[in-house]
T-cell receptor, first 115, second 114 residues
Framework: SQQGEEDPQALSIQEGENATMNCSYK?????LQWYRQNSGRGLVHLIL?????REKHSGRLRVTLDTSKKSSSLLITASRAADTASYFC???????????????FGKGTKLSVIP | DAGVIQSPRHEVTEMGQEVTLRCKPI?????LFWYRQTMMRGLELLIY????????DSGMPEDRFSAKMPNASFSTLKIQPSEPRDSAVYFC????????????FGSGTQLSVL
């Protein structure tokens, strides 16, 4: 079953605009990660935010986490055509324990950045 | 580092045939994961290994699926016999214990069972 659910399913913006994608999850988590997948390729890790963090930045990426609402958002600022990809959130459920590796992915948001 | 290497990149086979997918994890990584990706179900974890030992195979859909990791640098996922509903992209990923479960993915194997 899916733990994380991304919203929207698809997003189309002009180059230079900001893109915001959201992720909702169901159970308590240790951390939440965002991955990018270019067409025909594997997923690439972008950023990880721990359950005790509220915001994290990496370059043009900004991730927020609201554990009370069980939601996260990924903001890509000043988007580029090269940002066109699918973006997935992945959650590490806290009940899974340190010895477990149950990282559960959502179905992703497909982002298209138009030049 | 070459990253996670999967082979083949594409596999087309007929129903009933045996299919073997291969994976070489990143050197030094001690956890290995097999995922399956479809439009309908997204990314599903099939099985993962820790230090070459299978830890959780509850995601393996049926007995037709089996996975092995004979050493730290090689793993296989076998489907025997294959069925059309097995058509999907199969990903292998590896991670380093203590890395907060950041996964490094291979490029995947696109499997088509006719």
């Amino acid at each position: 079953s899916q733990q994380g659910e991304e919203d929207p399913q698809a997003l189309s913006i002009q180059e230079g605009e900001n893109a915001t994608m959201n992720c909702s999850y169901k159970t308590s988590i240790n951390n939440l990660q965002w991955y990018r997948q270019n067409s025909g390729r594997g997923l690439v890790h972008l950023i990880l935010i721990r359950s005790n963090e509220r915001e994290k930045h990496s370059g043009r990426l900004r991730v927020t986490l609201d554990t009370s609402k069980k939601s996260s958002s990924l903001l890509i600022t000043a988007s580029r055509a090269a940002d066109t990809a699918s973006y997935f959130c992945a959650t590490d459920a806290s009940e899974s324990g340190a010895g477990s590796y149950q990282l559960t992915f959502g179905k992703g948001t497909k982002l298209s950045v138009i030049p | 580092d070459a990253g996670v290497i999967q082979s083949p990149r594409h596999e087309v086979t007929e129903m009933g045939q045996e299919v073997t997918l291969r994976c070489k994890p990143i050197s030094g990584h001690n956890s290995l994961f097999w995922y399956r990706q479809t439009m309908m179900r997204g990314l599903e974890l099939l099985i993962y290994f820790n230090n070459n030992v299978p830890i959780d195979d509850s995601g393996m859909p049926e007995d037709r699926f089996s996975a092995k990791m004979p050493n730290a640098s090689f793993s296989t996922l076998k489907i025997q016999p294959s069925e059309p509903r097995d058509s999907a992209v199969y990903f292998c990923a590896s991670s380093l214990r203590g890395s907060q479960k950041k996964l490094f993915f291979g490029s995947g194997t696109q499997l088509s069972v006719l």
